[in-house]
């Protein structure tokens, strides 16, 4: 889908865990703080922590996703490229999988990572009639950056897009990903946004931040974001849905790879546990663990994004986060989800260490 290339400290954490290494992403480059715009025009630099490893991190998601399926191969998975899924046949005690020029597919499970508009989901009936997402976001590459944004990773506040924003996201030899995002429902429609585009980048402060001699490349992309992971149908039967299939993505930022990445590991720990003849077991168990790991998280998003509808309320906001170093980073820290974003209200995740780890591959060269 349409994104911004962030990886979060949740996210880096996770693909540290799996085993990943970075250094297969020709163009991953670690972010060491954020430049934030109020609404009221303050700029204001949140650094992120800088006592070891990766708090936040930009990297091409054509780059990043081959990276990540030459690593399955590497742990032993086989992987067909460019043969999609047909249609399903679901039996009592295991799936068939009729797929584009090869032999069918039997598993006894079926986790569909396969986006917003699924394949899968739809073969099963369960497609929502008439949903478009939460979010729509609107992209572009750019290449010769001369201006701080070529070193900066930027989130402009821009006061008309309220409760969305535009970004900047630095990536190496000059190039930065470069886009907006608006909720779907406010101020703008989601066909307004290709004039929004030029308009946004005649802005002075954006002008300034990509230099003058920035140079846009290709086309620009567009994409619906879904953000309601409480109410997603996350399964049936003997399949099981992750990432943007299972409408997972942050409803505050839109941001989606951390979560796709934990939904992904939590549908595979619930296979294991529940055994290949209890898909009702996997199931419960697969649910239980989505509402314990995202539920308190994505309220507490859904609210604050309502509350940054306001320009007052944002740039209140904005101001308390900037009062002193302390609070710079911690906002930084909750900002890139050093820890989940409702932690502090859900006491069974505290720990020891909140807010005091390390970042993702804290031992690695990649620091």
């Not at 006894?108 to 990572?113: D, E, M, R, V």
């Not at 649910?287 to 994505?298: E, G, P, Q, T, W």
């Not at 309502?306 to 930084?332: E, H, K, N």
Request: with cysteine; charged share 20%; proline share 6%.
């Amino acid at each position: 889908k349409c994104c911004g290339d962030g990886l979060t400290t949740g996210a880096l954490r996770i693909l540290e865990n799996l085993g990943f290494d970075p250094a297969t992403v020709p163009s991953w480059n670690v972010s060491h703080d954020v430049w934030l715009r109020s609404p009221s025009g303050r700029e204001m630099p949140m650094p992120l922590p800088n006592d070891g490893g990766q708090f936040a991190a930009i990297a091409p998601r054509l780059e990043l996703d081959n990276a990540l399926v030459e690593h399955a191969r590497n742990c032993g998975v086989t992987v067909l490229d460019g043969h999609g899924i047909q249609s399903l046949t679901l039996y009592t005690e295991h799936l068939v999988a009729q797929i584009e020029n090869h032999d069918p597919v039997q598993c006894n499970f079926l986790i569909a990572a396969d986006g917003m508009w699924s394949p899968v989901r739809k073969s099963l009936g369960l497609t929502s009639s008439g949903y478009l997402g939460e979010w729509h976001a609107f992209r572009q590459y750019a290449s010769n950056v001369t201006g701080p944004a070529r070193d900066r990773l930027y989130v402009f506040f821009e006061p008309d897009l309220l409760p969305g924003y535009a970004w900047s996201f630095p990536l190496t030899d000059g190039r930065v990903n470069f886009g907006f995002g608006i909720l779907r429902g406010g101020k703008y429609t989601v066909q307004d946004m290709k004039q929004i585009w030029p308009a946004l980048l005649a802005r002075d402060h954006i002008r300034y931040a990509l230099g003058e001699g920035a140079v846009f490349e290709d086309r620009h992309t567009a994409w619906p974001i879904p953000a309601r992971v409480t109410k997603a149908t996350l399964g049936a039967g003997r399949v099981l849905f992750v990432g943007d299939s299972a409408c997972v993505s942050d409803p505050l930022t839109g941001e989606g790879i951390g979560q796709a990445l934990l939904s992904g590991v939590l549908a595979a720990r619930a296979i294991l546990e529940g055994g290949a003849q209890s898909p009702s077991k996997t199931q419960s168990n697969y649910r239980r663990s989505i509402r314990k790991h995202l539920f308190a998280d994505h309220r507490m998003s859904a609210s604050l994004g309502y509350v940054m509808r306001s320009q007052l309320c944002a740039r209140i906001g904005l101001r308390l986060a900037d009062i002193a170093p302390w609070t710079r980073r911690q906002f930084a820290r909750w900002m890139f989800e050093d820890e989940p974003r409702a932690e502090l209200f859900t006491p069974r995740r505290w720990h020891r260490n909140f807010l005091k780890r390390s970042g993702a591959y804290s031992n690695s060269r990649q620091n």
